[in-house]
């Protein structure tokens, strides 16, 4: 997917072009493509079952977060998203994971609430736009936390 940069300036175009969206059938199409991209995390980050102090709170359905960080100070990201039709969390996992994995703390720190509806639009329930904001919450958490450690 060319949109999955590896950068900040991927992630920046990503939510650009679902902000320019109107087409709700095409977003949807767009959302499910990104969650058939979903993996687990590799095994050397964490394998099933997952530790519970990994475990999101709020969330409508099992996601697992870890922060891993790299030789660079910046950090990769990892979800693991338990729940069979959780299609959206899915899809959300692969896009912060692989569009901010790598991209600079400060950016990621700053990262908006209203990406999840930029992204989301009118898709989602809201018991699952809690799930989606805990996510976008725990990657700008572990960069704040990154930045506070440097």
Known sequence: MSLLER?????AKLVESFRLLKDE???????????????DPPPAIASRPYPAECKLDSCDCDVYFWAVPREDSRL???????????VSAKAFAVILSRSLSGAEL????QLPVETVSTIF??????????????????????????????
């Not at 950068?7 to 992630?11: D, N, R, V």
């Not at 199409?29 to 991209?37: G, K, N, R, Y």
């Not at 990769?76 to 959780?86: K, P």
């Not at 400060?106 to 720190?109: G, N, R, T």
């Open 7 to 11: 950068s900040e300036i991927g992630f």
């Open 25 to 39: 059938a095409e977003r949807l199409m767009m959302l499910i493509e990104f969650a058939s991209c979903y993996v």
């Open 76 to 86: 990769d990201f990892y979800f693991a998203v338990d729940c069979t039709e959780g």
């Open 106 to 109: 400060a950016h990621i720190s």
């Open 121 to 150: 639009g009118d898709l989602v329930a809201p018991h699952k736009k809690v799930t989606l904001e805990a996510m976008l919450e725990a990657v700008r958490q572990a960069a704040q936390d990154m930045l506070a450690e440097t």
